[in-house]
């Protein structure tokens, strides 16, 4: 009997100490129990530093909103950090502010206002709630048999991902796989927690093959150009996010690091780990972080992929956009420093018109500008390599809803804002494709 007992103790010690190779940066045990959500507007210089130190520094940061002088950054802190960092924000002269007291109890907050399925679905997709990357997948193959003479391609990229998923791209065209014709590729759903964008992606695929031929625009659009679509780049990370309320808040890539310092942690920014000024601006070294470049320019699959499909139609390809959330943006290049394209002046008129094209739909209003204006450099990001590595001529990177003001929302944009945020895009992105 007290044998018994004893090993029935050790076992349940064993179980809950952690061992060697637990995952350590991983938040499925606890979550974001008793994580604060914190707010600060910096002022001055030395405020500014004191918040880049936080989000470069401290273990387990996550900044919702990036720091940028006289801007409020929002971030997130663990509770055994929060000393550390106040006390760091303060000593700056800064006033950091308490947003909410456990961010577990905000992602265990049902996200409201769902849509009948009936009202937010126009053609075949289901706008009504977010999707699971298998049924993204179903849709991208009912897109080819529904419409062939404009899908002459479904397929996956080259590179599986560290848990074995396929990453699936849809190449549409009214010239069929051997077209010449100029081609615009997206990408969305690089960051896991950013789910209106693999959304968006999906409505304009749905919205440009249905009004095929009925509406002006979307003839244009596919008599004009074909499209590389990528809707789901990180389905890992994706599908991880799905996966708890405890995991809603990943951002990076699923990869598991085995040695040294890295051992027992996971994942790599993927908007980092591009080969344009890698490493340089914007990271972090740690592993730990958000924002961890990896080990080098496209160390994962999942940026391979999409310099892969790029550099296969480079020629032709004459504007990449990359779409995230949240801020409600339209970021021009380049973001890994202060420099500009030549044709800087271009872009940005044509990102201010796509703006207020997007504003017209729903009144809902984008700044404009390159990270350096509006957040801070960071280097490595899809959009910057498209230029500078692939050498095409127009690239944008869209901050979709909410605005930055909303950190109640955050990334977790209730699924009614699905079919608005796909109506007021398509305007975007149609201005940007007949006019860049
Ligand atoms: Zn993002």
């Not at 004191?50 to 409020?72: R, T």
């Not at 006390?87 to 961010?103: A, C, F, M, R, T």
């Not at 910057?384 to 809803?401: I, K, N, P, Q």
Request: hydrophobic share 35%; proline share 5%.
């Amino acid at each position: 009997m007290k044998g018994t007992l004893i090993f029935a103790v050790a076992l349940a010690v064993a179980y809950a100490l952690p061992t060697e190779n637990q995952e350590k940066n991983d938040p499925e045990r606890s979550g974001y129990r008793n994580h604060k959500l914190l707010s600060m507007t910096p002022t001055t210089k030395q405020q500014l530093k004191a918040l880049e130190q936080v989000e470069n520094d401290i273990e387990g940061s996550d900044f919702w909103i990036d720091p940028l002088l006289h801007h409020q950054a929002v971030f997130r802190i663990s509770p055994d950090k929060f000393n550390d960092v106040m006390g760091i924000l303060k000593n700056s002269g800064g006033h950091p502010n308490v947003l909410h007291e456990d961010v577990q109890e905000m992602m265990d907050t049902p996200e409201m206002q769902t849509q009948s399925r009936a009202a937010a679905t126009q053609y075949i997709v289901d706008n009504s709630q977010y999707h699971s990357y298998a049924t993204i997948q179903n849709y991208l193959n009912t897109f080819k048999s529904n419409y062939p003479s404009l899908v002459p391609d479904v397929g996956v990229a080259p590179h599986k991902t560290h848990d074995n998923r396929d990453v699936s791209y849809i190449t549409l065209s009214t010239n069929g796989v051997s077209s010449t014709k100029q081609a615009i590729f997206i990408e969305c759903g690089i960051h896991a927690r950013e789910w209106i964008s693999p959304a968006v992606c999906l409505y304009f695929i749905d919205r440009l093959l249905a009004t095929y031929n009925s509406d002006s625009t979307a003839t244009a659009l596919l008599n004009q150009f074909d499209w590389v679509i990528i809707p789901e780049a990180n389905p890992d990370g994706y599908e991880y996010t799905r996966s708890s309320t405890s995991n809603r808040l990943w951002r990076k890539n699923r990869r598991r690091f085995t040695t040294g310092n890295c051992n027992g942690y996971y994942g790599v920014d993927l908007n980092r780990n591009f080969d344009a000024m890698w490493g340089t601006t914007g990271v972090s070294s740690s592993c730990t972080s958000d924002t961890y470049p990896g080990t080098g320019a496209f160390s994962e699959p999942e940026s391979r992929n999409i310099r892969d499909k790029v550099n296969e139609i480079k020629d032709r390809l004459s504007a990449f956009i990359s779409i995230h959330s949240y801020s409600q943006m339209i970021l021009t290049p380049y973001g890994f420093d202060s420099s500009k394209p030549s044709n800087t002046g271009h872009i940005t008129a044509v990102s201010n018109a796509a703006r207020d094209k997007l504003y017209n739909v729903h009144n809902k209003y984008f700044t404009v500008g390159t990270p350096g204006e509006l957040l801070y450099h960071a280097s490595g990001g899809s959009y910057d390599w498209s230029m500078v590595g692939a050498g095409v001529s127009f690239a944008v990177t869209y901050e979709l809803r909410p605005a930055g003001s909303d950190w109640a929302t955050g990334f977790r944009l209730p699924a009614n804002q699905i079919l608005p945020s796909g109506e007021e895009m398509w305007e975007s992105i149609s201005h940007i494709a007949l006019n860049h």
